[in-house]
């Protein structure tokens, strides 16, 4: 336990307060889920590939649990939900429970949302075992399930109690999995911290034999960014925006993919459809754009819309993302690698559909 990393997540009392992030290798236990319970019955969440890694079976003695079957996005909706919280009130769930969300983001997303509803709200804690989750999805509060239209359509902010990060986990994870969540770290080095983006490109190597010392600083790197934003607008009234860069036309491409792409890969793709835009708007550059595809692809990571899916879906689904205004998104955009675009104290822009239907049509073309 001394090697642990501790951070906090601070946000404003009427929020969730301060919680903590905890940071270590071959951490999972009883013992130390038991401490941020806090004498609660626990209720555990996860899905069938934790559970088939073996990475539950120190928490199978606890007070209830429910695997998802299948994992993965096809799950997550609001008959799943339903079936966690029915299972809670089966198992004798109260309001003096706690659910942990053991696994990844889509895990983390239906723990997190079950935990908002239930008997109107009990704490949730996150142990995030994927890329992903560990990089973003589990610190932040955001919970949600997908409609049959589009991603997230229903959802509540719920800070969690406290998030533990097991980087051990990541070796558990298959290849392409383990890629895909690294688009979230190339995200958040393009949105705040050019150093950051210098020290990906310098670890390929390392990030790609998944060695302990860059997967601990990995995930300390990405929760810090993630906590700075989160502090200062936990529930994505502004500034928060800047974190869905990538996600807008990412999204549209994983829901018309039929989740056949896993959700960083469409995060690759978006994040090279912003730089696009961010060209014709006059902040972006070609040397930029190409930099930074050079890395998601080094990190084995798409940057190319499958010829299935047409621009013209990709235009029409834009239209329900969470940022519209008036039927038309707003775009999470950058200045330079490291610095996010604001303008009149905005964080997210209005962009014509003739120059997102552009980016759309590039990205369609083979490299």
């Not at 995200?187 to 190597?205: R, V």
Request: hydrophobic letters at 40%; aromatic letters at 6%; charged letters at 25%.
């Amino acid at each position: 336990m001394e090697d642990l990393i501790k951070l906090s997540v601070k946000t404003k009392p009427s929020e969730a307060g301060e919680y903590p992030v905890v940071i270590g290798s071959g951490i999972l236990s009883n013992q130390l889920l038991a401490r941020f319970a806090a004498g609660r019955r626990n209720f555990i969440v996860t899905d069938e590939n934790v559970h088939s890694a073996g990475l539950d079976s120190a928490f199978q003695q606890e007070a209830g649990f429910f695997v998802i079957s299948p994992a993965g996005e096809k799950s997550k909706n609001i008959t799943t939900v339903i079936e966690i919280v029915e299972a809670m009130e089966a198992s004798g769930m109260g309001r003096d429970s706690v659910i942990t969300g053991l696994g990844g983001g889509t895990v983390g997303d239906m723990a997190g949302f079950a935990a908002a509803i239930f008997k109107r709200g009990v704490p949730v804690l996150h142990i995030p075992t994927t890329t992903v989750a560990q990089a973003d999805s589990s610190i932040g509060g955001k919970t949600g399930v997908d409609s049959s239209i589009s991603k997230n359509a229903f959802g509540a902010f719920h800070h969690p109690a406290a998030v533990i990060i097991d980087t051990h986990t990541l070796k558990t994870l298959p290849e392409r999995e383990y890629f895909s969540g690294l688009a979230e770290s190339v995200k958040h080095a393009m949105i705040m911290d050019s150093d950051y983006f210098g020290f990906l490109e310098a670890s390929i190597s390392e990030l790609r034999e998944r060695e302990d010392d860059v997967l601990s600083q990995l995930a300390e790197k990405n929760c810090k960014i993630k906590a700075k934003i989160v502090e200062e607008d936990p529930c994505e009234k502004n500034q928060r925006r800047i974190l869905n860069y990538g996600h807008t036309i990412g999204h549209a491409v994983e829901t018309l993919s039929g989740y056949k792409l896993l959700h960083g890969e469409c995060v690759s793709i978006g994040i090279i459809a912003a730089g696009l835009i961010e060209i014709e708007l006059g902040s972006g550059s070609k040397k930029r754009v190409e930099k930074t595809e050079n890395l998601l692809k080094e990190l084995s990571l798409p940057v190319r819309i499958p010829e299935y899916i047409s621009t013209e879906q990709i235009l029409s689904l834009i239209k329900h993302d969470k940022k519209a205004v008036d039927g038309w998104p707003r775009f999470a955009l950058i200045e330079d690698i490291g610095k996010a675009l604001t303008k009149g104290g905005q964080w997210a822009h209005p962009v014509d559909a003739e120059i997102v239907e552009s980016a759309v049509n590039k990205l369609k073309q083979k490299p």
